[in-house]
């Protein structure tokens, strides 16, 4: 009878570090060596996550990866939350890697689908980020991990400053998996700020030879929010964050809702709501939230990851950013996400595309973006038990008159001008998604956010409140009827949206009482980047590209 | 360019002569719009001259809901559009109607 071994994965684990030992002294390898450490720790077919971020990028370590020899290391099943490098498609091209297990890859879509359709390489699931994360720690468990960090000392502890994001989760998974992980770092120090990564949780640390690379992802400039935003805007602020009291929320990235966080110090402000809305923020330190910030409207801010130039600004608002005890704040994406989903009372951000039944997609012909954070964020969490005046009231108003056991739900609100550019209706009869899904075979087409979740759709020309509708008929009538001009719009119902519209499912700007020669740009906290420099005191620092002063 | 011209009846004369008001500015994406009193035998004409081609339907059921939310009478209405969207037209045309109406906001 043979004897099972149940420490295989620690022996593997032992062999791998045994071929890597004479290129590391202690945790430190110096960049010459990464390739040959890479060549030892890699083994064909492994999975492996190279940190890809909405923000800090493992550059050195995916340009490394990149020019492995392919005789040795192999089909690699990439799990990594996102794809932003070339870097990230080109081990496909060269054939190091083969599966691809990921949440969002917004500027490579185009590639991924042509690279997809070439053969090039097989996509095991497009996640969401908790998903992701969840699978990490189920069936797609890195075997190597390649993290990026700002700093480490001696003993390998990294410090990942502002912009931790993925990385503890990712090494969590790695590490306690007997898989190795392997950190390149900005700069090797004697006493780190803080540890945000213990050391023996990290087999090897890389000094890069350049600072790795962040994307400023959540940067708007507010000269280029227009005045339909500033009424769309209006119209969010009185229609819904006032009526519903909502005040823990998402925003997404857009400038739509960048005109809202704009108009809390003014409008909303005017309205009398401060104190009584947006109080409590799951959301990346967005440099238009300053204006409101320093009025006195945010109590917290927990953030995925942190943005370019907020640095000092975060530091010196300990009160309202989690911030660690050397005083630089500290972002987790994970955690965030989970409060995303389950703490927060709204999730309002834009789209491309919403269909007849309220579904909202991104996908567009040729590019397969994925989804990152906005499904978990958009959708109802059918885990919540908690309560709040907000989401008592979304519950009342999706369950009247029905025989339910009483329950609340999430505000979830896409905000779309019925136009887009070049006069592409945001309002379609069938989703683009449909025949991406057909091209690209996949299982199912990819729907960022999906109608039964959606609560309201807020357009230039009013709110449409799905929860009220009880038939299929009204709530496509409802879509139609602040749906414009586009055809989906030119094709309504008229008298059933009049009758909408008494019933309070639809509302126009002047429904709300909104005085629409106030929606100009003077409306706006923060007309510009240097308005936002000026109200944060000086202590936000525009990356240069938004210097345009 | 293209030029569309729209003539609505049975609208409403002001209760007060009002002054012409120029609102909004010729720019990629927006419009310019001059509303005046115009002796129209109680008409309201709508004069657009456009750098989009090819959108008469589209500026019809604007300015068909338009003239619904606002029935005016012997008042010209001339616009001057760079290519904007339905959304920034509604407003421009309801802000530059408003500030006609009743003085500047």
Not at chain 1, 348 to 359: E, K, P
Not at chain 2, 13 to 33: D, I, K, R
Not at chain 2, 43 to 63: L, N, P
């Amino acid at each position: 009878m043979t004897v099972r071994q149940w420490n295989t994965q620690a022996q593997n684990r032992a062999a791998r570090r045994e071929r890597a030992a004479a290129l590391a002294r202690g945790r430190h390898v110096a960049s010459a060596d990464a390739r040959a450490l890479l060549e030892a720790v890699l083994e064909p077919g492994d999975r492996v996550c190279l940190e890809g971020n909405n923000q800090k990028q493992a550059d050195f370590l995916a340009k490394t990866l990149v020019s492995v020899d392919p005789a040795r290391v192999h089909d690699l099943h990439m799990v990594q939350s996102v794809l932003a490098l070339p870097e990230h498609l080109e081990v496909f091209e060269r054939g190091i890697a083969r599966k691809l297990d990921f949440s969002f890859s917004g500027p490579q879509g185009a590639r991924l689908a042509r690279l997809l359709g070439a053969g090039k390489l097989t996509i095991g699931a497009i996640h969401t980020y908790l998903e992701l994360f969840g699978r990490y720690f189920t069936d797609l468990t890195p075997k190597v991990s390649l993290v990026a960090a700002q700093a480490a000392d001696a003993a390998g502890n990294l410090y990942t400053g502002p912009n931790t994001e993925d990385t503890p989760v990712i090494v969590e998974a790695t590490a306690f998996r007997q898989g190795i992980v392997i950190a390149q770092v900005n700069e090797i120090v004697d006493r780190l700020p803080r540890v945000d990564i213990p050391a023996d949780w990290v087999d090897y640390v890389i000094l890069a030879p350049t600072p790795n690379y962040i994307e400023p992802l959540f940067t708007r400039d507010p000269a280029q929010i227009s005045e339909v935003q500033v009424l769309m805007a209006m119209m969010a602020i009185k229609g819904i964050y006032a009526e519903y009291e909502v005040n823990r929320l998402n925003h997404g990235i857009g400038f739509d809702t960048a005109a809202i966080e704009l108009l809390l110090p003014t409008y909303a402000e005017s309205l009398g709501l401060k104190g009584r809305i947006c109080r409590h923020w799951a959301l990346n330190p967005h440099p238009a939230l300053i204006p409101a910030i320093e009025a006195g409207w945010v109590e917290s801010v927990h953030s995925f990851g942190g943005e370019l130039g907020m640095e000092a600004y975060t530091a010196a608002r300990p009160d309202v950013f989690f911030t660690g005890a050397d005083g630089s704040m500290r972002s987790n994406r994970a955690l965030c996400q989970a409060a995303g989903h389950y703490a927060c009372d709204m999730f309002i951000g834009s789209t491309l595309q919403i269909d007849l039944a309220g579904n909202s997609s991104t996908a567009t012909l040729g590019r397969i973006t994925g989804f990152g954070g906005a499904p978990n964020m958009g959708a109802d969490a059918r885990g919540r038990r908690h309560a709040s005046p907000a989401w008592l009231k979304a519950g009342r108003e999706a369950r009247a008159g029905r025989n339910t056991i009483p329950r609340g739900q999430k505000l979830v609100v896409q905000m779309v001008e019925t136009f887009r550019e070049h006069m592409a209706p945001a309002f379609v009869d069938t989703l683009d998604a449909w025949e991406l899904a057909e091209q690209a075979g996949m299982p199912l087409p990819p729907v960022m956010i999906y109608g039964e979740d959606v609560s309201h759709i807020l357009t230039e020309e009013g709110i449409a409140n799905l929860l009220l509708c009880r038939t299929d008929e009204e709530r496509e009538q409802a879509i139609r009827g602040v749906a414009g001009y586009t055809p989906v719009g030119l094709g309504r119902d008229k008298r059933m949206v009049e009758n909408l519209r008494d019933r309070g499912v639809i509302r126009r700007a002047e429904d709300l009482g909104i005085d629409k020669r106030l929606a100009t740009r003077d409306l706006l906290a923060a007309r510009s980047m240097k308005d936002l420099v000026r109200a944060s005191g000086g202590l936000y620092d525009p990356p240069k590209r938004f210097r345009n002063w | 360019m293209e030029t569309l011209t729209f003539e609505y009846r049975g609208g409403r004369a002001l209760a007060a002569p009002a002054a012409a008001t120029l609102t909004g500015v010729v720019g990629s994406g927006n419009l310019e719009v001059l509303v005046e009193p115009a002796a129209l035998d109680g008409a309201c004409r709508v004069e657009v001259t456009t750098a989009a081609v090819g959108f008469g339907r589209i500026w019809q059921a604007v300015m068909d809901d338009f003239f619904a939310r606002h029935p005016l009478a012997d008042v010209q209405i001339s616009i001057n559009d760079v290519g904007a969207t339905p959304a920034v037209v509604s407003l421009r045309l309801d802000q530059a109607v408003e500030a006609f109406r009743g003085g500047v906001a």
